[in-house]
C-alpha cells in the first residue's frame, strides 16, 4: 500500500519561497512517476507539476518558470521548489504516484493529509 508523506508548507509573503517534500513508502519510487496537486477552498484538485522516471517534468502554465519538480530516488522522495509565490498559489498541496498517465489524470482514489501553503499579499 503506498503511503505519501507531504511537508514543508507554511505561510509565506507574495515574492517568498517554499520547499515541499514528498516521502514515499509502499512502490518501486525509482519506476514510479509523481506529481503534486493543489486545491484550494471551493476548486477542484488540480495538477501542479509532474515527473516521470526518467526525469521528464511536466507544469501547469500558471506556475512555470516558478516552480520546480524534482525527484531523489535514493530518499524515496519527490520535491516541489516554489519561487516567487503568488496570493493564488495558496492551497492544500497534496502528491501522488503512479503510472504517468495516472499522475497527468489524478487517477487516484487515496490521498495524503496534503500540505498547506498559504501566501499573504
Known amino acids: 500500500q503506498v503511503q505519501l508523506v507531504e511537508s514543508g508548507g507554511g505561510l509565506v509573503q507574495a515574492g517568498g519561497s517554499l520547499r515541499l517534500s514528498c516521502a514515499a513508502s509502499?512502490?518501486?519510487?525509482?519506476?514510479?512517476?509523481m506529481g503534486w496537486y493543489r486545491q484550494a477552498p471551493g476548486q477542484q484538485r488540480e495538477l501542479v507539476a509532474a515527473?516521470?522516471?526518467?526525469?521528464?517534468?511536466r507544469y501547469r502554465d500558471s506556475v512555470k518558470g516558478r516552480f520546480t519538480i524534482s525527484r531523489d530516488n535514493a530518499k524515496n522522495t519527490v520535491y516541489l521548489q516554489m519561487n516567487n509565490l503568488k496570493p493564488e498559489d495558496t492551497a492544500v498541496y497534496y502528491c501522488?504516484?503512479?503510472?504517468?498517465?495516472?499522475?497527468?489524470?489524478?487517477?487516484?482514489?487515496?490521498w495524503g493529509q496534503g500540505t498547506q501553503v498559504t501566501v499573504s499579499s
Open positions: 501522488n504516484a503512479g503510472t504517468w498517465v495516472a499522475v497527468l489524470t489524478s487517477g487516484f482514489r487515496a
Open positions: 515527473i516521470n522516471s526518467d526525469v521528464y517534468t
Open positions: 509502499g512502490i518501486t519510487f525509482s519506476s514510479a512517476a
